[in-house]
């Protein structure tokens, strides 16, 4: 096993060696191992075209979740200080009733946003789904 791939490496030099000066490949060795070469090189290029491929896709993704949590964060944000607005003393009920009302409103949309956050139809911020890539070897 280890004189075969001394063997290949011998060649591949021999034949990058002949390729890069110009010369013509011509006996059978010669052919065989450019056959490899081109297979391992195919192989190399659809493995780089799908990597590439499933990075546009996790960009794209991180980008659609990207804006749905900024969204999110700022009604976090404003329910927060209508909590604390609400536990200040001196609030009438009225007052409260008004803060508890914007802030089930923000809360609602919050899961509006959530639910309508997809990617390929999928919802991303459900925690029901994950997103897998393929991988090539």
Not at 14 to 32: E, F, N, Q
Not at 47 to 66: C, D, H
Not at 103 to 111: G, I, Q
Request: proline fraction near 1%.
């Amino acid at each position: 096993h280890g004189r075969s791939r001394h063997c290949i490496r011998y060649w591949r030099h021999h034949i990058t060696k002949k390729i890069l000066g110009g010369s013509r490949l011509v006996s059978p060795r010669d052919a065989l191992v450019t056959a490899r070469l081109e297979a391992k090189l195919a192989s190399e290029v659809q493995t780089l075209n799908q990597a590439s491929k499933n990075a546009g896709e996790v960009a794209a993704i991180l980008q659609t979740t990207s804006d749905a949590v900024t969204r999110i964060d700022a009604n976090l944000g404003r329910m927060a200080e209508l909590a604390d607005a609400a536990l200040q003393h001196g609030v009438s009920d009225i007052e409260r009733a008004a803060l508890n009302h914007e802030f089930a409103e923000l809360r609602a949309e919050v899961d509006e946003i959530a639910d309508a956050t997809k990617f390929s139809n999928a919802a991303i911020l459900d925690g029901a789904n994950s997103f897998t890539a393929t991988i090539l070897r």
